[in-house]
């Protein structure tokens, strides 16, 4: 998971093979900044949307550290592992929790196939039923809405509620 994982993802590599290593297996990433891609922000800097969107600041960048690193040197890694804790998790982690919500079909699988329970496939917490419906101002018709307890993020069911599908895990944001 990265912000702009592109440059990430080559430094990460770089650094493989400057040091004569073996590659790493195929492995995933998320990016925050392509994910939200299709939105016009005010701005899609990690700092910026940070603030914004989680009410955080991302901690400068300090790339003799990311050198001192590579070289091997023991206190620089602890330094590191403090930077990490206070930049990675407290910025970039908590981003991607409130951005992964905004493109729900490619971070997100709400159908369970083994319940009837929908489950968040970002953080795992089943979704509750809310008691209320959504309604569609033009059309009239109703909809099951869902509440993920630890984001707060309310989805409505892609289905009105008289369909043979409602109720099945077709969920969306609302």
């Not at 590191?80 to 493109?103: C, F, Q, S």
């Not at 101002?137 to 409505?156: A, E, F, H, V």
């Amino acid at each position: 998971m990265a912000h702009n994982s592109r440059f990430d993802r080559g430094w990460l590599l770089g650094r493989y093979v400057e040091l004569g290593m073996k590659l790493p297996s195929h492995f995933f990433d998320f990016c925050t900044y392509q994910n939200l891609r299709p939105f016009n922000m005010t701005s899609k800097k990690l700092d910026e949307l940070s603030k914004n969107l989680i009410g955080t600041s991302k901690l400068p960048t300090d790339f003799s550290l990311w050198e001192r690193c590579s070289r091997g040197e023991v206190a620089a890694f602890k330094e590191m592992e403090a930077y990490n804790i206070g930049d990675v998790y407290d910025t970039l982690y908590k981003l991607w929790l409130r951005t992964a919500y905004y493109n729900p079909w490619k971070a997100i699988d709400f159908s369970n196939p083994d319940s009837r329970d929908i489950q968040c496939k970002v953080d795992g917490k089943y979704l509750i039923e809310l008691s209320d419906f959504y309604t569609n101002r033009m059309t009239g018709l109703k909809y099951y809405q869902y509440l993920n307890p630890r984001s707060g993020q309310i989805y409505r069911d892609r289905y009105n509620i008289r369909s043979k599908k409602a109720g099945q895990g077709f969920v969306r944001p609302r």
